[in-house]
């Protein structure tokens, strides 16, 4: 289990027993927010990993989107649901640059 794996697990047994003290108006909003910051740490947490394997490049010229469109098919398949979201936040980049 990674840091944010428990830490996720840690903040949800205090927002099960609470989230109905927060009033309709704040709570989807609460939650996608708590959403965004966990999948955010999850996600540098496995960059990070990555880097330090020697991995990176999905930037530069030597990658391309339909690698990375494959790499994607392949984490989804595996069920690495933290590689996908940064495989897909990859190719969200690369396409809104126009890469």
Known sequence: MT????NI???WQSFRNGINSISDEYRE???DTELVNSAKNA???KLLDSRN???GGWWSENCS???LNELLKEHV???DMVDVMNIAAMIYYREAAGM
């Open 3 to 6: 840091s944010e794996e428990q």
């Open 9 to 11: 697990k840690e903040k």
């Open 29 to 31: 909003e609460f939650m």
């Open 43 to 45: 996600m540098a947490e």
């Open 53 to 55: 394997k020697g991995r």
């Open 65 to 67: 989107t339909e690698h």
């Open 77 to 79: 398949n595996k069920g």
